[in-house]
Each structure stands twice: as C-alpha cells, then as structure tokens.
C-alpha cells in the first residue's frame, strides 16, 4: 500500500522516524527503543534540557539521533524541527505523533477552566495536524510514508473528569481516518496506537491511577510502533491498534478483510463497520 521503504520490524535500518514529545515517557521509550533498531530518530519536545538527555542515551547506545527543542503549537517551531531533521537524517519516513497533554485536574466538564480545558485540544488536536501539515506533503511527493498516532482507549469512552482529554483523543480518531482515506491513493499509510496503561510521570500524577498495579509494558508500545514503522502492517492501514492486546505477530499474519470483519478483535476500523453499523 504505502509508498514508503519496507523493512523488518526488528530492524529498521533506513528509516528515518520522527517522534513527537520524545522527551520522556513514551516517546522517549519510543525514541530509544526505534533507534535501537536501527531507525534514524529525529525527536522534539519543548525541553531543550529533556531533547539533551535523550539524545545523549541514543547516541552513547550507537544510534542516530536528532533532537531539536519546539513546542507542536507553534507553526513556525514545528517547521524548523521538521527541516532540522530532514536536513541532518535524510526525508521523513514515519512520522510518530505522541506530543499531548491531559486536563490538569479531575473535574466536572461544567466546572472545568476553559483556557485549561482549550490547551488541552490545542496541543492534542492542533498540534498533530500543524505537524502532519509540514510532513505529510514531502512523504506524498515521494510516494508515501507512514502516520502513527498516539491515542488512547479514553477515545472511546466516556470519562467525565478528563473530558479535554477524552474530547482530544476521539477528535485524533477522525483526523487520522481523514488522512487514511485522503492519502490511500498517495501511498499513505495511518495507523492509531492505544499504548494501554503506561506508568509515566503524567499517569502516575493522575488520581484516576492511584493504587493501580497492572501497567502496560513501553517495551510493548515500541513493538507495535515498530511493527507498524516498518510497513509490516500497511495491510491494516486506517485501523486502530492497542499495545498489550494486539500481537504484532498476529497482525502481520492477518489479511486485511478478515481483520476489517472481525468484530471481537480488539482493533476499531476508522471507517464504519458496515450495513450493521447503526451510525453508516
């Protein structure tokens, strides 16, 4: 389907991969974990002292990095990572979309501060499409190229004391299914990936999570992203993937209308279900 390089999940030597808020949590794990199999990772986040860090890990491993500090609700920054990582890593390949923020305190959405409320879907929604904007474009002009965003399960359900939150990530959905059906014929390739519960400095401050004892694996994410980075799973493209629940194994040896039609699978088309589906 996608115009971009194939190349094992587990290796990934040629690829070059941009991550946003690759600065800690996550994205970090996602920075280290797809350099060390062998992508050329450019990373952003707005702590120049965070993107250091981090960049220092990658390279004292063995792996290339770039890391250029820039905030994803700022056009102008969003460009000058894009061109910085370009420049020094080659044309983007895949484009990691993990940047985001959650609603700074458990309320009801009555009561929520607007300007905090708003921020939310500033960094969330606005800033994933300013960085599909600047990236998107060159992946079409060269035949194609991979989207993966970073949603959540709070997407599909209704959590009233994180309702920016919530509101966010079900809005990523949509964009996501936007690009799928737009960039198809353009050899784009779009996939959203729920990374389950992981313990980060952002889930372990929230008092929804206190005295929870099950989390997520990042090890986990970083295989789905991989999988997904490598073309391994173009098949699926415009699906909506979930780390710990969806075996990447599994999901390379799946054909793509099976997966499409199988309703008990823990996988959401972005695009209606069907005849049965009471909202087509």
């Not at 173009?234 to 780390?243: E, K, M, P, T, V």
Request: aromatic letters at 4%; proline letters at 4%; a negative charge.
């Amino acid at each position: 389907m996608s115009g971009a390089r194939l190349v094992a999940p587990d290796d990934l030597d040629g690829l070059v991969v941009l991550v946003t808020g690759g600065g800690r949590g996550i994205g970090r794990a996602l920075v280290e974990g797809l350099a060390a199999r062998g992508a050329a990772v450019g990373l952003c986040a707005r702590s120049a002292g965070q993107v250091a860090e981090v960049v220092a890990a990658v390279e004292a491993a063995g792996g290339r990095c770039v890391g250029v500090s820039g905030d994803v609700t700022n056009d102008d920054e969003v460009h000058q990572v894009v061109h910085a990582v370009a420049d020094q890593l080659g044309p983007i390949d895949v484009v990691v979309c993990n940047a985001g923020a959650i609603d700074p305190a458990e309320t009801d959405p009555w009561r929520a501060d607007l300007d905090a409320w708003w921020r939310v879907l500033e960094v969330n929604v606005l800033g994933t499409q300013r960085v599909l904007q600047a990236v998107v474009p060159g992946m079409i002009e060269r035949g194609g190229g991979r989207v993966i965003g970073l949603t959540s399960g709070m997407a599909l359900r209704d959590v009233p004391d994180y309702s920016a939150y919530c509101v966010s990530k079900t809005a990523l959905l949509r964009l996501s299914g936007a690009y799928s059906e737009a960039g198809r014929e353009h050899g784009l390739a779009v996939f959203d990936i729920a990374p389950g519960v992981v313990r980060t400095a952002m889930t372990a401050g929230m008092p929804v999570m206190a005295g929870r004892e099950q989390w997520t694996d990042p090890d986990l994410v970083v295989d789905l992203v991989a999988n997904a980075s490598s073309g391994a799973l173009d098949h699926l493209s415009g699906c909506f993937l979930r780390a710990g629940a969806d075996d990447p194994a599994a999901l390379r040896a799946e054909v793509g209308e099976r997966m499409a039609a199988d309703s008990a699978a823990r996988r959401l088309g972005l695009r209606p279900y069907g005849d049965d589906d009471p909202l087509a």
